[in-house]
């Protein structure tokens, strides 16, 4: 994720963290000492939120470390104010992988609970904190505890994107398609959304927040099963371009322009000869030409970063690749040899004409039907 630090690797898995969660710092320290709080309160409070999300990693290391029973990597975890984010090269597909690895990381925040209560000393008034002006010595392990049972629960609403709405799409998905159970979890969660969203406006506003957040989700998780149910059944082969624009490494950043001006293509393949090294945008284009100029070769200002789809890989599994990469535009190679691109917004048009095809043709199946 762009404008993340590193922390380095821990069990093969790149941690990195948002420069936004120095603001979350930032204004903690600021509300501690603007409240006229000490600054040995101050810095029980940073302890606290640090220790807490040192449990969200924890958290999403339990997602990453279940997954990768099940084969599937895990290409980072970053850290960012509102939690953790791990990003997995893909979700498990059989109904019992989904399950666990949903429930991976809530089972986490549980055992740290568990391990945390035999440290307790309540004393008589002794009260649970959550607000991070009262968080001190005597409070710091019920105050985690409580935290790390509410990220357990809280992350077990039968909703996307939270945990529990993938242990709920799990669920569905042994007695139906696991479209078909995406589209019920994600309605699922689209109308809980609705309920925190009234919630909100009647009392917490920050429930309005975590409605919009549930409901967003929700609709991307939905759109995103529909998108993988769409594909399958073909190949990188099916829906690939032949006819693509490409540059030369040794040419100047004009000529690229004039292809820009001059036809409808977006993005250009680099090439080294015959040998594809880079791609360049329309939106790259103009950012080095305003820091460059004209003149510049294009290997200079050109994107290095290259996905290789194969033509007979699926085209579901090609499309989930440039998702993880966040990449539009990808060379596509058989037997060593370039045989065209695939972009996006192919992949997209390709979706519309087979949809269109396949509504055809039931349309003629029926009328072809004796009455």
């Not at 970053?78 to 666990?100: C, D, F, Q």
């Not at 100047?252 to 036809?263: E, F, H, I, T, Y």
């Not at 087979?354 to 009328?367: D, G, I, M, T």
Request: overall charge negative.
């Amino acid at each position: 994720m762009k404008y993340s630090l590193s922390l380095g690797k821990i069990l093969g898995i790149h941690v990195q963290i948002h420069w936004t969660f120095l603001i979350l710092i930032g204004w903690i320290v600021i509300s501690n000492l603007s409240a006229g709080n000490s600054t040995e309160q101050t810095l029980w409070a940073v302890l606290f939120v640090l220790t807490i999300f040192a449990c969200v990693t924890l958290h999403e290391f339990g997602h990453a470390l279940a997954a990768r029973r099940y084969g599937i990597e895990t290409q980072d975890i970053t850290l960012l104010p509102i939690g953790g984010l791990a990003r997995l090269a893909s979700m498990p597909e059989k109904p019992m992988e989904e399950l666990v690895v949903a429930l991976a990381g809530p089972a986490v925040n549980i055992v740290i609970s568990a391990l945390i209560y035999p440290f307790l000393h309540i004393s008589e008034g002794t009260e649970i904190s959550l607000n991070l002006r009262a968080v001190d010595g005597d409070t710091f392990l019920l105050s985690l505890m409580a935290v790390n049972l509410w990220l357990a629960l809280f992350n077990m609403i039968p909703a996307f994107p939270m945990d529990g709405g993938r242990v709920l799409r799990a669920l569905l998905s042994f007695r139906m398609e696991r479209a078909a159970a995406t589209r019920v979890a994600a309605a699922i969660g689209q109308f809980l959304a609705i309920g925190f969203v009234i919630l909100g406006f009647l009392g917490n506003p920050f429930l309005i927040f975590i409605g919009f957040f549930i409901f967003l989700g929700a609709q991307g998780e939905a759109e995103l099963a529909q998108t993988k149910s769409a594909l399958q059944g073909y190949r990188v082969a099916d829906a690939v371009m032949h006819d693509f624009m490409t540059l030369q490494t040794y040419q100047p950043l004009q000529a690229a322009v004039d292809l820009l001006l001059n036809g409808q293509s977006r993005n250009f393949l680099i090439l080294d000869q015959d040998r594809p090294v880079g791609t360049l945008s329309r939106d790259e284009i103009v950012r080095a030409l305003s820091q460059y100029g004209a003149e510049v070769p294009v290997s200079q200002v050109m994107n290095p970063e290259l996905v290789f789809l194969q033509a007979e890989m699926p085209l579901e599994i090609a499309w989930q690749k440039m998702q993880q990469h966040r990449i539009e535009f990808a060379p596509v190679m058989h037997q060593q040899h370039l045989l065209g691109v695939l972009d996006v917004e192919n992949i997209a048009e390709f979706m519309m004409v087979q949809s269109v095809l396949k509504s055809s043709e039931a349309r003629s199946n029926f009328a072809a039907k004796p009455v």
